[in-house]
T-cell receptor, first 113, second 116 residues
Framework: KNQVEQSPQSLIILEGKNCTLQ??????????LRWYKQDTGRGPVSLTI?????NTKSNGRYTATLDADTKQSSLHITASQLSDSASYIC????????????FGAGTTVTVRA | NAGVTQTPKFQVLKTGQSMTLQCAQD?????MSWYRQDPGMGLRLIHY???????DQGEVPNGYNVSRSTTEDFPLRLLSAAPSQTSVYFC???????????????FGEGSRLTVL
């Protein structure tokens, strides 16, 4: 069973609008949570990384939040641009020290002009 | 900066053939890994290495071999290709010994493999 669930699976938004992506996880004990952006045909690129003590982190128009108590994270995209069209992947790691990361299946965002 | 370089970008194999996917990084990273990405699923770890001469299995290692003779290179070998190995393969590296620390994981551009 996947320990990282993302929703929605896909969404379409108009250029200039905002959107929020969700990530729920069951990975325990928690170490950190990352959001990656993957353009079509490319490798994932890191957007943010948050540890247990951080509940929000921004990277330009991308803002990630983390609630470690409810094991939920969100990625908010502000004033979307056509270049934001991509898949956004939530990745969670534990403190087990086993070198393994748990990946969500991703949310595909399409920004329309 | 080249970062993580994967070759080839595309490959078509017939069932039973063998091949090697190449991965090289120029960032002097200790940790290197191979993932496969299939539709509707998260990336799954195949094999990883925490330094030259050290490799270990991930979640889905069957049918794949790896070696790490240098810090820079981490090739992935398919021993006898099967249609179930049709996928997009990503190599990734991290400066720290474990990507579960806060070190950033850098990915290559991917290698798309089709097995007929």
């Amino acid at each position: 069973k996947n320990q990282v669930e993302q929703s929605p699976q896909s969404l379409i938004i108009l250029e200039g609008k905002n959107c929020t992506l969700q990530c729920n996880y069951t990975v325990s004990p928690f170490s950190n949570l990352r959001w990656y952006k993957q353009d079509t045909g490319r490798g994932p690129v890191s957007l943010t990384i948050m540890t247990f003590s951080e509940n929000t982190k921004s990277n330009g128009r991308y803002t990630a939040t983390l609630d470690a108590d409810t094991k939920q994270s969100s990625l908010h995209i502000t004033a979307s641009q056509l270049s934001d069209s991509a898949s956004y992947i939530c990745v969670v790691s534990s403190r087990r020290g086993d070198y393994k990361l748990s990946f969500g299946a991703g949310t595909t965002v399409t920004v329309r002009a | 900066n080249a970062g993580v370089t994967q070759t080839p970008k595309f490959q078509v194999l017939k069932t039973g053939q063998s091949m090697t996917l190449q991965c090289a990084q120029d960032m002097n990273h200790e940790y290197m890994s191979w993932y496969r990405q299939d539709p509707g699923m998260g990336l799954r770890l195949i094999h990883y290495s925490v330094g030259a001469g050290i490799t270990d299995q991930g979640e889905v290692p069957n049918g794949y071999n790896v070696s790490r003779s240098t810090t820079e290179d981490f090739p992935l070998r398919l021993l006898s290709a099967a249609p179930s190995q049709t996928s997009v393969y990503f190599c990734a590296s991290s400066r720290q010994g474990s990507p579960t620390n806060t070190g950033e994981l850098f990915f290559g551009e991917g290698s798309r493999l089709t097995v007929l």
